[in-house]
């Protein structure tokens, strides 16, 4: 089933299939926060110092301001103190774009939006925290228009509602390939839009909305909500500048599992798909859930992250919800599909690593693998970033997916 084609160069993959699930996290779930403020405060300090997620990338000495001004776990202080910083940054990038300092204006918008982004994070669950998304949007679109190229902002249609996304578009490359991004629970398709240089690098581009139940998604996370994958599809083919016989989806934690989805129920409109870290059927159970939500791997509050993109408030609510949505309930496992790259790391204490032994093993086409051993959600380690997860195992991958038909006919067809 851990197929790989000869001609498709990717000789630096270490593919390893170990059949056994790494050790229980010991942790009960809890609705409560699994760690106390001082204990939050210092490994958020520590992740921002060592460049971890969900906060890396973001300053020390910013980090080091923001929490010296938190005395509890209180969320909307957690976003006052956040978003403080973020209007810092926020007001001097205006500034700098009426003086027509323009390249100083983009870095400072886009250190808004990180700041905004950590101040509602995981989720715009309190007042303070929701003006924290939006200023954080507003971030970004400024951002976004100081990029070459530039980030297109699209509104599609959908069932009396809208679609809201993103779309990037490499220079000189018509019409474009493209690659649908899907974000996580916590990430948003801003996160997802942003640093693929190597894409359109590539002549590859980027488009990107917010997978169910998160950011401005207008269905929660249930059976059927791919239909607004479905959607951006459609209105892709309408687009003359892609090349809508040519996409490839890449869905991220979460997001993997509808990347998942729509390899199945999308196969002939895509090329291939990559399931980061996604949810295939183990992680819907109560057993899981029970070990997963007090995992220390998430930073804080796991449990109202996830149950908002179901839209459920109680424990109960959400045991009983999750089930619905497993691949393999809805009968999609061992259907014709589309080729899947299917990576996470044995040790991920938020998906279960049998859930992609499970879709590896599950038939319908063609898949690789990569399990990184020593890794965490979506397979990062210390050894193996994201970053560098993204470069030398899944952009390779994708590549030579989206070669023209004349030249990658056999890759195409998985043959």
Same mark, same amino acid.
Do not use: C
């Given at each position: 089933?851990?197929?790989?084609d000869?001609?498709?160069?990717?000789? &630096?993959?270490a593919?390893?299939?170990?059949?056994?699930?790494?050790?229980?996290?010991?942790?009960?779930?809890?609705?409560?926060?699994?760690?106390?403020?001082?204990e939050?405060k210092q490994?958020?300090?520590?992740?921002?110092?060592?460049?971890?997620?969900?906060v890396?990338?973001?300053?020390?000495?910013?980090?080091?301001?923001?929490?010296?001004?938190?005395?509890?776990?209180?969320?909307?202080?957690?976003?006052?103190?956040?978003?403080?910083?973020?209007? &810092?940054?926020?007001?001097?990038?205006?500034?700098?774009?009426?003086?027509?300092?323009?390249?100083?204006?983009?870095?400072?918008?886009?250190?808004?939006?990180?700041?905004?982004? @950590?101040?509602?994070?995981?989720?715009?669950?309190?007042?303070?925290?929701?003006?924290?998304?939006?200023?954080?949007? @507003?971030?970004?679109?400024?951002?976004?228009?100081?990029?070459?190229?530039?980030?297109?902002?699209?509104?599609?249609?959908?069932?009396?509602?809208?679609?809201?996304?993103?779309?990037?578009?490499?220079k000189?490359?018509?019409?474009?390939?493209?690659?649908?991004?899907?974000?996580?629970?916590?990430? &948003?398709?801003?996160?997802?839009?942003?640093?693929?240089?190597?894409?359109?690098r590539a002549?590859?581009?980027?488009?990107?909305?917010?997978?169910?139940?998160?950011?401005?998604?207008?269905?929660k996370?249930?059976?059927?909500?791919? &239909?607004?994958?479905?959607?951006?599809?459609?209105?892709?083919?309408?687009?003359?500048?892609?090349?809508?016989?040519?996409?490839? @989806?890449?869905?991220?934690?979460?997001?993997?599992?509808?990347?998942a989805?729509?390899?199945?129920?999308?196969?002939?409109?895509?090329?291939?798909?990559?399931?980061?870290?996604?949810?295939?059927?183990d992680?819907?159970?109560?057993?899981?859930?029970?070990?997963?939500?007090g995992?220390?791997?998430?930073?804080?509050?796991?449990?109202a @992250?996830?149950?908002?993109?179901?839209?459920?408030?109680?424990?109960?609510?959400?045991?009983?919800?999750?089930?619905?949505?497993?691949?393999?309930?809805?009968?999609?496992?061992?259907?014709?599909?589309?080729?899947?790259?299917?990576?996470?790391?044995?040790?991920?204490?938020?998906?279960?690593?049998?859930d992609?032994?499970?879709?590896?093993?599950?038939?319908?086409?063609v898949?690789?693998?990569?399990?990184?051993?020593?890794?965490?959600?979506?397979?990062?380690?210390?050894?193996?970033?994201?970053?560098?997860?993204?470069?030398?195992?899944?952009?390779?991958?994708?590549?030579?997916?989206?070669?023209?038909?004349?030249?990658?006919?056999h890759?195409?067809?998985?043959?």
């Amino acid at each position: 089933m851990n197929r790989f084609d000869r001609s498709f160069a990717l000789r &630096r993959i270490a593919t390893l299939l170990v059949f056994a699930l790494a050790g229980a996290v010991a942790a009960a779930a809890q609705m409560a926060p699994t760690r106390t403020w001082e204990e939050l405060k210092q490994e958020t300090q520590r992740r921002v110092d060592k460049n971890l997620g969900p906060v890396g990338g973001l300053k020390s000495d910013d980090a080091r301001e923001a929490l010296a001004n938190i005395q509890s776990l209180d969320r909307d202080e957690w976003a006052a103190a956040w978003s403080a910083i973020a209007e &810092r940054y926020d007001k001097r990038a205006k500034s700098e774009e009426a003086d027509k300092n323009t390249p100083a204006a983009r870095d400072d918008y886009f250190w808004a939006f990180r700041y905004y982004t @950590a101040a509602r994070w995981p989720v715009p669950n309190s007042p303070g925290k929701q003006k924290a998304y939006q200023n954080a949007l @507003a971030a970004f679109r400024n951002y976004g228009r100081f990029l070459d190229p530039p980030i297109e902002i699209v509104r599609i249609p959908f069932e009396g509602k809208e679609i809201a996304g993103y779309i990037r578009l490499p220079k000189d490359v018509r019409p474009a390939p493209m690659v649908l991004m899907i974000n996580g629970t916590d990430s &948003r398709k801003e996160d997802e839009i942003q640093g693929r240089d190597s894409l359109f690098r590539a002549g590859i581009g980027v488009v990107a909305v917010d997978m169910p139940g998160t950011g401005e998604s207008p269905v929660k996370a249930d059976v059927g909500s791919e &239909r607004i994958f479905s959607r951006v599809l459609d209105y892709l083919a309408t687009r003359p500048e892609v090349d809508s016989k040519r996409i490839v @989806a890449w869905g991220v934690s979460y997001g993997g599992h509808w990347a998942a989805n729509i390899a199945y129920t999308e196969k002939d409109r895509l090329r291939g798909a990559v399931v980061q870290g996604g949810p295939v059927h183990d992680y819907y159970t109560a057993e899981w859930q029970k070990e997963s939500l007090g995992t220390p791997e998430y930073l804080f509050d796991l449990f109202a @992250a996830r149950a908002a993109i179901y839209g459920v408030k109680s424990l109960d609510e959400f045991y009983a919800y999750g089930p619905r949505l497993s691949l393999k309930t809805q009968g999609f496992l061992g259907w014709p599909s589309a080729p899947m790259l299917v990576l996470n790391g044995e040790k991920d204490s938020q998906v279960p690593i049998s859930d992609l032994y499970l879709l590896m093993q599950s038939g319908g086409a063609v898949k690789w693998s990569w399990v990184n051993p020593d890794g965490g959600h979506t397979g990062r380690s210390q050894e193996w970033p994201n970053s560098r997860i993204g470069e030398e195992i899944v952009m390779p991958w994708i590549q030579a997916r989206l070669e023209p038909a004349s030249e990658g006919k056999h890759l195409h067809s998985g043959q």
